[in-house]
């Protein structure tokens, strides 16, 4: 997978999504629990050479989870699934 590159409030921030973190990210999220898992999901594949602009972006309400929806909208799409019988 190629590195996914947006553009965040003015900063270029680059993310290195893979099956590991993605799947640890999956695990540890719960109803009552959203906001730590994706921020740590996203500190664990942010590339270092854009880690502090990530870092600041953070600081904002809901950039978590919007950031985590986003990358994972790219890395893992959703599947075409068709019930036949």
């Known amino acids: 997978m190629e590195k996914i590159k947006l553009s965040v409030a003015g900063a270029d921030i680059c993310f290195e999504p893979n099956q590991s973190a993605y799947n640890k990210f999956i695990n540890e999220m719960a109803m009552d629990n959203k ?3 994706a ?3 996203l500190m664990r594949i942010v590339t270092a050479e854009t880690k502090e602009a990530l870092t600041e972006v953070l600081t904002r309400p809901g950039a978590a989870i919007q950031l985590a929806g986003k990358v994972n909208e790219i890395y893992a799409p959703d599947l075409e699934i068709e ?3």
């Open 35 to 37: 906001v730590a898992p």
């Open 39 to 41: 921020h740590n999901y």
């Open 83 to 85: 019930v036949k019988n």
